[in-house]
């Protein structure tokens, strides 16, 4: 059974960090990432990262304070946040493929983890 189960979320003060994971079971994919999702608002692209060669690319509103990258021999990805505003509150979803047309765009991917719960307070 293919799962992908999110972990490292939680409450942060604003100008803090958090590091959430995501582990994988049951199958390799070329390509990880994080999407979020706030109350009210669209799934939002945050990040994603290819096994091969490493390449990572992030949402433009990153700027620098979140990196993502993964450990292929555990099979999982991470995404370091540093600077968090409040505005990063969200619940943050790992995603997986191996093929995806726009990896921007959350539905070109198939496999979704529960969610992990990150609030930043000011």
């Known amino acids: 059974q293919v799962q992908l189960v999110e972990s490292g979320g939680g409450l942060v003060q604003a100008g803090g960090s958090l590091r959430v994971s995501c582990a994988a079971s049951?199958?390799?994919?070329?390509?990880m990432g994080w999407f979020r999702q706030a109350p009210g608002k669209e799934r939002e692209f945050v990040a994603a990262?290819?096994?091969?060669?490493?390449?990572?690319y992030y949402g433009d509103f990153v700027k620098d304070r979140f990196t993502i990258s993964r450990d292929n021999a555990k099979n999982t990805v991470y995404l370091q946040m540093n600077s968090l505003k409040p505005e990063d509150t969200a619940v943050y979803y790992c995603a997986a493929d191996d093929f995806v047309t726009d990896n921007r765009r959350a539905n070109d991917y198939d496999y979704w983890g529960q969610g992990t719960q990150v609030t930043v307070s000011s």
């Open positions: 049951g199958r390799t994919f070329s390509i």
């Open positions: 990262v290819r096994r091969t060669w490493g390449t990572t």
